[in-house]
């Protein structure tokens, strides 16, 4: 049977994202509230597997290198671990918008694999994001959108349907916290 996916967006979904940037200090990391509970319950009571997928603009640039992201990038992923949540993958395009880089979200460079494997689901999976792009990448997968909608605007410039075309073809559900996304997918599972 094919597997299942959640491709989770990092900054503003795993991670609170900061005013004005990246998050190349310390001081800037903040946990979105409750994701580990309920990504916790997601992991272990249902049957996805968990793959990040995230811009990162100017990455191993000058003015954000690798040296100030690895470390607490690998804190993240290690604290997520520690609480029973493993993902099979990470990815992270560092180009800037004007790039128009393949593998930048809403494209679907980075994660295009999946489409053309039998071995996944992707009808079936859905993207978790904070961004009307994470919206549109759902919709240029084939899949759906689990939209944590917080801070109206963000991605307008990236997509390529209006934001009415989006919500009718490619949102499943639109919430400000992980509670309702991991209650969505448990009564979806329960059918």
Known sequence: MAKKLLFIDRDGTLIIEPK???????????????????????????????????????????????????????????????????????????????????????????????????NYDVPNSFVIGDRITDVQLAKNMGCKCLWIHRNEGLGMKEITDTVEVLRETALALETTGWKDIYEYLKQLDAK
Do not use: C
């Open 20 to 118: 004005g940037g990246n998050i190349d200090s310390w001081d800037k990391l903040q946990f979105f509230p409750h994701v580990f509970k309920y990504l916790n319950l997601i992991a272990t009571e249902l049957d996805y597997e968990l793959v990040v997928v995230s811009n990162q603009d100017g990455l191993g640039t000058e003015s954000f290198p690798y040296s100030h992201f690895q470390p607490i990038q690998d804190f993240i992923m290690k604290s997520f671990e520690n609480e029973g949540i493993n993902f099979s993958a990470v990815y992270f395009d560092p180009s800037f918008k004007h790039e128009k880089s393949p593998n930048r979200k809403p494209r679907i460079g980075l994660i295009k694999h999946y489409l053309d494997d039998p």
